[in-house]
């Protein structure tokens, strides 16, 4: 159940993206407008949640992304990834295929489905 769970969570993420990213590509500008107004205090307050997960302890290690047999020293893979896509982006867009491209997925039926997005 949890297994389902989670996918169909990740599903409903995956697709909030796309549809962000389409509007971002073909919305006229008064939409554009509309959208980045509700959309980008939203996706800022999740940064900023899931930033304030991985902040390092006091011995320097990532808390969320530690385990009891090994500490990840940080800066960790999400503090790096945000970095990349928030700081650096912007100076240099990467040509990189999504890290995502090719997954399974839980159809609106219900059934799973493999597929490229």
């Known amino acids: 159940m949890d297994e389902i769970l989670g996918q ?9 993206l796309d549809m962000l990213a ?10 554009l ?3 980045a107004r509700s959309e ?33 020293k940080a800066p960790c893979s999400v503090w790096q ?5 928030l700081v650096a982006g912007g100076l ?4 990189q295929p999504a890290r995502h491209a090719t997954r399974t997925r839980v159809t609106h039926t219900g059934r799973l489905a493999t597929g490229t997005r």
């Open 33 to 35: 407008l509309s959208v």
């Open 22 to 31: 389409e509007l971002a590509n073909r919305a006229d500008a008064p939409s």
């Open 8 to 16: 169909v969570l990740r599903n409903a993420v995956w697709e909030r």
């Open 92 to 95: 240099a867009p990467t040509t």
């Open 40 to 72: 980008l205090p939203r996706l800022t307050e999740g940064w900023r949640a899931m930033l304030a997960a991985h902040e390092p302890d006091e011995k320097g290690n990532c808390p969320a992304c530690s385990s009891r047999w090994r500490q990840q």
């Open 81 to 85: 990834a945000a970095y990349e896509h």
